[in-house]
Structure formats: C-alpha cells, structure tokens
C-alpha cells in the first residue's frame, strides 16, 4: 500500500463509528421527541428534528475541515483559540441575546449560536498546551495556579452568564491535572469539601462539626508518622467552619430553584406533602422524565409509540431530556445500549490518549474524556434523579446546533492529534 | 495509579447507571398498560343493554337515555363554582362535599359527581361544560320498563360498588351492573362489552387525537336480548289478585320446567328504582321492615308445606309398599298413637282409602303411612334416610339450582338430623309425626311446592325451574334442559293424581273452586305457625296454602300458592290457584266471583296484630277486612286493563 491510501485509515475509526451512532441514534430520538402529528417532513428546518438533520450534515463539513488541518496548528494556535474564545464570551455581555434567564446566545440571523459550547474544546487545547510545556510541573504551585485560572475564566465568564451547569463542567478539567501530576491532596480536599457540605446540609452543623474532627483525630493517633499539631488542628478548624458556613451559603448564595433541587436531592424536607408537591411543581420535569423512562418497561412502546413523548409530558425532551425518550420509547435495551456506547468511546478515548508519545496529545486527549464524561455523569443522573437538577446537554444525543458542534470540534481535534502519533514531528 | 482513577470512575459510573436504569424499567417497573397510563384518555362507549322480552316476545325492560356529570380531580381547574353549582342545581356545599368525596376516592380516576341529569338540564349544560376543565358529561343508558311489576324477576341495575369494582377489572366507577333477578343472573349477556377510545393527551391535558390512530380502540359490542319465561299477563294477574295479601305464587310449565309466573307480594314499581330518585325510593323500600318489599317470597319465604306434603308422603308409602291404593283406615276424628299421642284431623270421619284420603286431607291416615314408612327397616335412623332420600328427589330441602340469584334450601330431615336431636332416646315415627302432615321439620319455599306439583304432574320426574328461555344467538345452560327423575315409579302416581283430582271433585275440599271445562287436580294446605311476641310463643291464623295442576292428563301448568295468614288453604291460596289455572289455559276468567272476592278482602289487619301490641284472636275468630269502595273501583280498573 502507498503512503497515500494509508493515511486515511490512520484515524481511529472505532471512535467514529461510536460518533456516528450516538448521533444518528440521538437524531432518531429527536425526531420522536419533537414531531406533531402523524406527518413528518424531514426537511422541514422550521422544526427541531429537521434543524438537527441541518445541523448533523454542516458537522460532516466541519469534520473534514478539521481533520484537513496540520496537527500542528492546533498545537501552535491554541492559545489564540483560546484568547478569540474568551473574547467571543465577553462580547455576550454587550451583543447577547437572552434566552430563557441565560445571556449565553448570539443572535445572528435567525440562528443562535452559544460560545460557551465552543469554549470547552478551546480551553482543552489551552490547558493540553500549558501542561505539555516542559517547563511545567503539576507539583509547583505557581503552575497549579497558572493551571487553575485557564479553567477558571471560562467558567467564570459563563456563571456571568448564568449558566451555572455548563460553568460546572470546568471541574473536569481536576481529572486531567490528577492525570498529569497533581498532588492527590486536591482530589481528597474536593471529595471532603463535598462530603461535609452535603452532611452539614443533611445532619446538620454540630452532627457534622462533631464526626469530622472525630475522624482527623483518630487519623492523626493512629498515624506512625511524626504528629504534626499544628496541621491537624487547622484541618479541625477548618472543616468546623465549614460546617458552620454551609447553612449561611446555602441560605443566601443560591438562587430559589437550586435550592429546592437540593432540597430535593438530599430528602432535606419532611412534610411528604409538601415534598409531593415540590415534585410535581418544581422538579415537574425530573417527575415526568423519570416516569416516562419507567413507564418504557424492559423493551419500550416502539419507535415513536411513547405515549408520554408524543405528548410532550416532559418539557424540553429534546434537548436535556432525550434520554427519557429512548427509556420511554426503547427501554432498558435501548438505555443499556446508549449508556454502553457512551462508555466505549470514553474508555476509547482515554485508551488513545495513554498510547500518545506527545504530552500536548496525550493531555488534551484527557481533557476531552474528561468533559464528556461529565455531561454523560450529570445529564444521564439527573434524568434519572440520581443527581441534583443541572441544565447541560448529552453529548452529540441533545438537540442544538452549537452544542453539537462544539462536542464535534472536541473529539475530531484529538482524533487528528491521534492520526498524527505514529509520524511524531 | 494515576492513570486508572478515571477509567475506574468511568466504569463505576456506567455500572451505577445500568443498575439504576434496570431498577427503574425491570424491577420496580409495572408494565405499560394502556388503561392506567395518563397520557391516554379513555373515551368509554356504552353499549345498548340487552332487552328483556317475555315468553309471548312482549318487552318487558327496554332504555332511556341519562346523562352523568363525571369529574377528574387532578384536572379541574379554577372554576366559577356559584355558575358551575346553578347550572347543576345543587348548593354549594353539596358541591364541596361531593368534590372531597370525589378526591377521596382517586385524584386520576373518574367520579359520578352528580347522576341522572334531566334532558333540560343536560342541553343546558351541555354547551357550557367546556368552561369546566376536569369535568365531563357521560352518557349511560338507564332501563325504562314497560311493566310496573315482575320488580323480584326482572331485579334491577345500579352503580357497580367499590367492591365490585375491585373484583372485576370490567368495571369502573359508575358503570352499571345488575343487582337483582335477571339482571343480576344474566348480566354478562345483558351488558355487552362496552367500548373504549383512546385518546392522546398532551402535558396540558389537551387531545392531540387518537392514540397511535385508534389501532387499540374497540367498538362496544351490544347486549344481547334475552326472552324469559314469564308470561306478562299471568304475572300481573298474579300480582293483582296478590293485592294486600303477602306470600308468593309461583307458576311452572311441567314440560320444560319454565317459570311462568313468579309472585312475591307485596312487591315494588321497577320503575322507582330508576333515575335521579333512586336512591331515596330504595332507602324507603329497604326499610320497610313489614313488608319486605325488595324479598322475594316465592324464593325465600320459607314455610311448612301443610297438607300438600300428603302428596309425597302417600307416593313414598306407595313406593315401599307399605300401603296399596286400596289400604284403608278408619277415621274418627282424631289419630291415637304411643301412650297419650293425640292427632286431631278435620276430615269428618270414616273410612278412608288412599283417595279419599287425599280428597278430604286426613290427617289419620297419612299418620298411618307415614308411621308405617318408618319401620320399612328395624332402625327408625335409617328408614327415615331411605324416606327422605325419596322426599328429597322432588327437589325439596335442596337448592333447587334455578338461574335466579337467590333461593333457599328449605329443610328435609334425615335419620342423622333425629339422632342429633335425641341422643340418648330411642326415637321412632310417631316421636316426629308432624312431618306426616307436611308441619314440624319440613321446611319448604313456594318454588319448592311448585316444582313439587310439577313432578307429580309430570308422573314422575321434573325439569330444574328456570327463568331463561332464550338468549339471543347463545343456548341456554342445558341443566334446564335435562329432566331430573323422582325415586318413585309412574304407576303410583296414577292414584295420588286422581285424589288431588277428587279435591276439586264431590266433598273434596275445593269442591266450590271448581272452573269449568278445566280438569284440576290440587291439594289444599293450611299450616299452623307461631310468633314470639314480646317473648311468648304466639299463635297466628294460619297460613294458606295451594298446590295445583291442570289439565289433568297433560298439565300445562303447575302452580303453587302461598298466602300468609289467609287461614284454612281453600279460603284464599286456592281462590288465587283456580284463577291463575283458568286465567292462564283459558286467558278469560269465568269465575269472576272467585276474582271479586279475592279483590274485596285484604289480610292487611292480619299482618298488623302481631305488631299492634294488644291481644289478639286468630283463624275463624280473626275476622275479615275489605278493602273500601274506592280501592276496590281501583283494582277492577285495573283488572280490566289486563
């Protein structure tokens, strides 16, 4: 075989083919979720299914365009895809449009395009660029730091927004720095911080003040290192505080709807009456969204025989919550199926990124894992009430040009790098 | 290490969601049904319920339509209840009251809120109600009957209970279903299936057309038409002539075993328990706790059969061979038995063979073969089983398996039922003597008696008594097609037939009852019967009784009358038989004095002595009431419209 022919059999074709299933499989449902009537036409762009068909054929576009590129200019030009990304999210602040609450939009036309979508795959390639400096060290606080703020300014930007769930997204970004050298006091900070706001949420301040420093006690007695004093008892300090703080951030900082959610989430409230009404009020989604997916049984009602689908129970089902129509419409075979996919090309991907020679490769490869695992943790959990309700779609299945395209642009970026491992410049 | 953590995390994450997911949609998933899911409306459609006609194909019960207001709690919304409650004409605490009612029950599922609208009402209503989310309009169909009597047979249909309900997915909250008589007995046949549409709704409980384009709609299927047996004409001259009297008369045709008249008075309009009053008038006949309305007594009155019983007692004595046609024995007024054993009889003394006997009902000489029967063996216990078994095969102290819902089995003792009675005494046939003369232990119910005379008049055996004569395209069970044989053989039938035929003959005892051109054979009965009141064991005027079947030697119809406190059998029970007999084989009664007497006097004052708290005098010395003028005018007009 000529170098020629060889080339194209270099991209990772079982990726694709993952790609191209869970979008042709997400359009399919897409269609189910949103057709009126028993008339479908297929190119009707006035319609979602027939926008995403619109949406599906300009990625095929974008595809080739980014797998034509050099790998090296998205080595050389991350940094200014991810200045020009910033930007563009600033500029929502003075030329956005709002859209449900969220300043997140750009009009132009009578199309909308969502920066913050394109902004993940940019920051990726900003922080593969940082980590794969060799001058760099995930041990050194000052590049924890410099790490930090890279992830730090789009989430900010989209908080500004207020588009609190795809800011949370950022948070990924502590899989790929773990990966590449951060020390694990980070990840057991995270995981404690979480686990004291939920307890102290839950049991209560003095419940949890109280276990806490039980268990750094016992940790530091047992301990055969020299004591340290002094560490031990800030640690105490500061859990104690924190303890304390919760109820006060909880109270003040969130806004009315997230706190109900958690409320929710964590059984807060004891009134079951008014926990009913909460649930067919405030979560009237997640309600409808996990009973339409019950409601599917072990094979489903068939393709487009969902009865809660076809009339449109659960609000917004083709974009956050089209899983609930493949549980409604193919049941636990047809949710089996997507989450199995979902977990090839994640494993696929971090599989890939290990093989790679170069640590730019190597590192954005994980960035990309990372942010889609996330989406596929959180959208999929609370479809099925296992997580709090936040907003963000499901990777290449929700409806929406932007997002589509902006997951699109992530994984076909690394699947170039990947093509490129064998010929290392 | 570090290269693992998220893999692991990863595949943690897809297991915990398989899992989740198979928790969800496997185990704790309850299957989709269409009827429960409510995304789907349900739109029922019922069918017309089955006619009822009788056996000369005139309709008996036919429809009217009604209309229901029925309510959905989780639908409603906000409404303009002042508007709501003037439209249906309630207040609105009744309103209120019912809603919670209605909430109670099931937020989701249907509730009658309020029943049987008039048609005024409903086209009021009708284009307003689309102002009232959650509540709508159900169209049912309600019986319109065509008679007001037959109430007991034809019984009635009402709102299926929350237990019915339970029981039988078929039905939901506010369907119909028969409650009584034929329609109770055949509602399956009577109801149809009814139909169901479904209708796709959207989240704001809007249509959005038909569910997956009506592939799982169902078109209701009619009721099927049903014939009984009872001839209308013979019914409600039954339940005229039955006027201020209580007890049954229950008419049979011998050959088939069909049921042609079937009386219990005082009875019901069928009509009061239709439409919007129903209720309050069904309160008002279910307490009625000195008529009994809503009894049926042709089925559950149950009472000694008296002097009829002679019947089954000679042919048993026949068959054993324990007497012949020609036994005789001298009467002299009273039966001498054991030590100080005294029977009194009302024959008038002399000798009496087997046809006399029976012509002029004495007591003496059925005690004899009676007393002889029970020493057929050496053992009292087992010749009384051998008796009763014989007894038993007319169909008497057993359910008699008829296809209406009620009954009662009456009592026939056997030889065990003694032995409990007295364990440490040597019993024999005179210790239970009274059953010789159809009193003490034998218990029976009009049907009974009838079914009794049917065997007789068919020599010998008897079809189950039945109400159904034809089910449109379906055949009837054929347990009423198989006749059910006696233990007796035919040829001893010949002389009991000819001494129930000499009661109406010289000196028998309905000797003045005699119709002309009509060959009747019957036996009069007059059982004596007793009340506690106010802790005493009372005596009451006895109980009128009448069996009867003509024409002689191919009887077309074997009757039974039950008259309670109409005293000796030929004064009333025996009047309404000859009536009945001749009313029916001719269709024209020449004995009208039969008929007037019947319709001037009433037991009404009877029924109130045990109740009036004074004492009282029974029988000869009861005295007799009549109805006044203006009742009676009433009557005969209606006599003359049957």
């Not at chain 2, 009902?361 to 029967?373: D, G, P, V």
Request: aromatic share 12%; net charge positive; proline share 4%.
């Amino acid at each position: 075989m000529t170098r020629e022919t060889n080339r194209h059999f270099k991209f990772d074709w079982i990726t694709i083919v993952l790609f191209l299933i869970l979008v042709g499989f997400g359009w399919m449902n897409i269609l189910s979720a949103s057709h009126i009537g028993d008339t479908i036409d297929y190119l009707d762009f006035t319609q979602p299914y027939g926008k995403q068909l619109l949406f599906i054929s300009l990625t095929l576009l974008l595809i080739i365009l980014i797998l034509s590129l050099e790998s090296k200019f998205y080595v050389r030009f991350s940094s200014v895809l991810y200045i020009l990304s910033m930007v563009s999210m600033v500029g929502l602040f003075l030329f956005g449009k709002n859209v449900n609450g969220a300043t997140a939009w750009y009009g132009i036309g009578g199309m909308t395009i969502q920066p913050s979508e394109f902004a993940k795959a940019a920051t990726a390639l900003a922080i593969a660029k940082h980590l794969s400096d060799l001058q760099i060290d995930l041990k050194n606080f000052k590049d924890q730091i410099k790490a930090f703020i890279i992830i730090s300014i789009p989430a900010l930007l989209i908080l500004l927004q207020n588009d609190t769930g795809s800011a949370l997204v950022y948070a990924a970004f502590i899989f790929v720095f773990y990966r590449e050298g951060l020390p694990k006091v980070y990840l057991i900070l995270g995981f404690s911080l979480t686990l004291i706001t939920m307890s102290a949420l839950k049991f209560g301040d003095v419940t949890t003040g109280i276990v806490a420093t039980v268990i750094i006690l016992t940790y530091h007695i047992t301990r055969r290192k020299k004591p340290q004093i002094l560490k031990t008892f800030s640690i105490i300090l500061a859990c104690l505080v924190l303890s304390f703080a919760v109820e006060f951030l909880y109270e003040n900082i969130l806004q009315i709807h997230q706190k109900d959610r958690i409320s929710l989430w964590l059984r807060l409230e004891k009134d079951p009456a008014k926990i009913q009404e909460m649930q067919r009020d405030i979560l009237y989604n997640l309600y409808e969204s996990e009973k339409a997916i019950s409601s599917g049984g072990l094979t489903g009602k068939g393709y487009l025989q969902g009865t809660r689908t076809t009339g449109k129970f659960v609000p917004e089902q083709h974009t956050d919550y089209i899983f609930s129509t493949v549980g409604e419409e193919w049941g636990f075979v047809g949710t089996a199926f997507v989450v199995i996919i979902f977990i090839l090309l994640l494993l696929r991907i971090l599989h890939l990124s290990e093989l790679q020679k170069s640590q730019f490769s190597r590192v954005y490869g994980y960035s990309v894992a990372a942010i889609l695992f996330f989406h596929f943790l959180i959208n999929i959990g609370m479809v099925m009430g296992l997580i709090p309700t936040i907003g963000i779609p499901l990777p290449f299945f929700s409806y929406g040009g932007s997002g589509l395209w902006g997951f699109t642009i992530l994984l076909f970026i690394f699947i170039k790098l990947d093509s490129n491992r064998i010929n290392e410049w | 290490m570090r290269q693992f953590l998220l893999f692991f995390i990863i595949i943690l994450v897809g297991i915990t969601f398989i899992g989740r997911l198979f928790y969800l949609q496997v185990y704790s998933a309850e299957g989709h049904n269409i009827l429960d899911d409510n995304a789907i409306r349900k739109v029922y459609d019922y069918p017309k319920r089955g006619f009822v006609y009788d056996r000369n194909k005139k309709l008996l019960v036919g429809n009217q339509p009604s209309y229901d207001v029925m309510v959905i709690p989780q639908e409603v919304k906000p409404l303009d209840t002042l508007e709501f409650c003037s439209l249906l004409k309630i207040t609105k605490d009744q309103f209120k009251k019912t809603y919670k009612r209605a909430y109670n029950y099931s937020p989701r599922l249907p509730y009658v809120f309020l029943a049987h609208l008039s048609k005024e009402d409903y086209a009021v209503l009708q284009e307003k109600m689309r102002k009232y989310e959650g509540f709508y309009i159900q169209k049912r169909l309600l019986r319109d009957y065509q008679t007001s009597v037959a109430a007991n047979v034809l019984g009635f249909i009402a709102e299926a209970t929350p237990s019915q309900i339970a029981s039988n997915p078929y039905y939901i909250m506010g369907d119909l279903i028969g409650k009584q008589g034929v329609e109770l007995s055949y509602e399956e046949e009577l109801r149809g299936i009814k139909g169901i549409k479904f209708i796709q709704k959207d989240r704001f409980n809007r249509d959005i057309g038909p569910y997956q384009n009506g592939e799982f709609d169902t078109i209701p299927q009619q009721g099927k038409d049903i014939t009984i047996t009872i001839d209308r004409t013979l019914q409600e001259y039954g339940e005229l002539l039955m006027t201020n009297k209580r007890g049954g008369i229950v008419a049979l045709e011998p050959k088939t075993g069909e049921i042609l008249a079937l009386v219990s008075a005082p009875s019901y309009d069928p009509n009061l328990l239709v439409g919007r009053k129903r209720s309050e008038n069904y309160t008002k006949l279910y307490r009625d706790s000195i008529h009994l309305p809503l009894i049926d007594k042709s089925l559950l009155r149950v009472h000694e059969p008296g002097s009829p019983f002679k019947a089954i007692v000679a042919l048993t004595a026949l068959q054993e061979g324990v007497i012949t046609p020609q036994t005789s024995l001298f009467c002299s007024g009273v039966y001498l038995y054991g030590r100080r054993g005294k029977m009194g009889c009302h024959c008038g003394g002399g000798n009496r063979d087997l046809i006399l006997g029976i012509s002029k009902s004495c007591n003496s000489y059925f005690a004899n073969a009676y007393r002889k029967s029970l020493d057929i063996v050496s053992n009292s216990s087992k010749s009384m089983d051998i008796w009763s078994n014989h007894v038993k095969s007319f169909g008497l102290g057993e359910f008699l398996g008829t296809d209406l819902p009620i009954g009662k089995k009456g009592n026939i003792p056997d030889g065990a039922y003694y032995d409990k009675w007295y364990p440490d005494f040597k019993w024999v046939g005179s210790t239970v003597l009274s059953n010789a003369i159809g009193q003490g232990e034998i218990l029976v119910t009009p049907i009974h008696l009838a079914n009794m005379t049917a065997a007789i008049a068919n020599r010998g055996f008897y079809y189950t008594p039945h109400i159904i004569k034809h089910i449109q395209g379906k055949e009837i069970d054929s347990k009423y097609t198989t006749p059910n044989y006696t233990t007796i053989d035919k040829k001893h039938f010949e002389p009991v037939i000819q001494g129930l035929f000499n009661v109406y003959e010289n000196n028998g005892t309905a000797q003045h009852l005699k119709v002309p051109g009509i060959e009747i054979c019957g036996k009069t009965g007059t059982s004596e019967n007793f009340a506690i009141i106010e802790g005493k064991r009372t005596q009451l005027t006895d109980h009128s009784l009448f069996i009867a079947f003509a024409p002689k030697d191919d009887p077309k119809i074997a009757i039974a009358v039950f008259v309670e406190n109409g005293y000796f059998g030929s004064r009333y029970a025996g009047r309404i038989a000859s009536l009945m007999i001749e009313k029916y084989l001719k269709d024209e009664v020449s004995r009208t004095d039969l008929e007037n007497w019947i319709l001037t006097y009433s037991l009404e004052h009877e029924y109130q002595k045990p109740f009036s708290g004074k004492p009282f005098k029974i029988n000869r010395q009861g005295g007799q009431e009549t109805v006044s003028p203006e009742e009676l005018k009433i009557l005969k007009d209606k006599l003359k419209e049957i």
